[in-house]
């Protein structure tokens, strides 16, 4: 069963119970409602008899009872001699239907049909005065059947109802899931399009969006750094691939052999090197490396890194300093010894003869802050978004 007609059955169900007991309710309340009147009626009727006389007769009680429901009967009964005199609003065939009351019986209640209100006259008489409940429960039967034949009325306006509104609410569910079904592995350019951002529905479009853009950019990138990492490749290989075929196209000495042998050494190195970068990428990328950081003291680190870049500086006549200020670095050593040997090479191969290059530590709120800080032209703005892009 597909979810849409889930949300119907549970949205009918939920629909026509909630009509069931409102049915009932205004089931009982109508019938309350009702016996209330007659009580009123019966009460009433009482109080005009008992203020009449005590000594009903025949003609007060005619007198009494006109105009008055139909289904209205009087009975006054003296207990002590066991006469009953009975006078009702229309003739009655079977008078001996009626319920029998005791003295006791005072006050309103129902008996085989009969809504009753006794009260006493005096010691030896009591007044009764009784209502059919014959039509009150026909009126209530058929307010009972019509609330019956509501139901399946209900039904079917609740699951149609549920039907076209679950339609409506799952439609943007629809469209991204026809969308995931149309994205390639090549294109993620398609978006869903929300009308309102604010309700559940809303924000699975603007997250499933979002994840399509991450998706998108990692696919670029991933799709960049293979055609950076393929030319790259491609340049040594050709130069082996040529000084091989150079060394085969005639027969030459072991000095020229030698040479060649050399380069393509050369070339070689840079491909294992090219090699290495390519494997520290993807360890980086699985963050292999994240569980080998360490504590490294900032001024031995900087001392390293400028005996080994000594040399270099002194041939471009430059000056190499430090400021570690007692720091202390956190993180994976090889990998920075990497990152600031790039840093200064760069530095050098980019800065005036007769200038320093500083490598400096400071310690701030979030940890220490290093830089290696030179006179060269610097970076131009164009360049600065593309600045940590593999092979930019």
Not at 28 to 42: F, G, K, M, P, Y
Not at 85 to 112: K, M
Not at 124 to 139: D, K, N
Not at 301 to 319: N, S
Request: aromatic share 8%.
């Amino acid at each position: 069963m597909s979810l849409r007609w889930k949300l119907s059955f549970w949205y009918a169900l939920i629909f026509v119970f909630m009509g069931c007991v409102l049915a009932v309710f205004l089931y009982w309340q109508t019938r309350n409602v009702l016996v209330a009147e007659i009580d009123s009626s019966l009460k009433f009727t009482a109080t005009q008899i008992s203020a009449a006389n005590q000594d009903v007769t025949q003609s007060t009680l005619e007198t009494i009872l006109i105009g008055t429901d139909p289904d209205l009967y009087v009975q006054i009964i003296n207990f002590s001699d066991q006469t009953k005199n009975i006078q009702t609003a229309i003739e009655v065939d079977e008078l001996d239907d009626l319920p029998i009351v005791t003295p006791t019986d005072l006050g309103f209640f129902s008996d085989d049909g009969w809504r009753i209100y006794q009260r006493q006259l005096d010691a030896t008489t009591s007044l009764s005065v009784a209502h059919s409940l014959q039509s009150l429960e026909t009126a209530l039967t058929n307010i009972f059947l019509g609330l019956l034949w509501g139901v399946p009325v209900f039904l079917g306006l609740a699951v149609a109802g549920g039907y076209l509104l679950s339609a409506r609410l799952l439609r943007p569910v629809h469209n991204i899931t026809t969308l995931a079904r149309t994205i390639s592995t090549t294109d993620f350019s398609q978006r869903v399009e929300a009308q309102d951002s604010q309700d559940e529905i809303g924000l699975l479009a603007k997250t499933f969006n979002e994840m399509l853009d991450r998706l998108e950019q990692n696919f670029l990138r991933e799709k960049r750094f293979t055609s950076d990492a393929a030319h790259e490749l491609r340049t040594p290989l050709t130069a082996l691939r040529g000084q091989i075929d150079v060394a085969l196209s005639q027969n030459r000495n072991a000095n020229q052999y030698k040479t060649t042998l050399t380069d393509m050494s050369q070339q070689v190195s840079r491909l294992i090197n090219l090699s290495k970068q390519l494997l520290l990428l993807t360890r980086l990328d699985t963050n292999a490396a994240s569980a080998v950081h360490e504590a490294i003291d900032a001024e031995d680190f900087f001392a390293a890194l400028i005996d080994q870049m000594q040399p270099l500086a002194e041939e471009r006549q430059l000056q190499l300093s430090q400021q570690a200020n007692h720091a202390v670095i956190c993180g994976h050593l090889d990998l920075l010894i990497q990152l600031f040997l790039n840093l200064i090479d760069n530095a050098i191969k980019y800065n005036p003869a007769g200038t320093t290059i500083s490598l400096s530590a400071k310690p701030t709120a979030d940890g220490v802050e290093l830089r290696v800080q030179d006179n060269g032209v610097g970076i131009a703005p164009e360049h600065l978004p593309n600045l940590f892009d593999r092979f930019y």
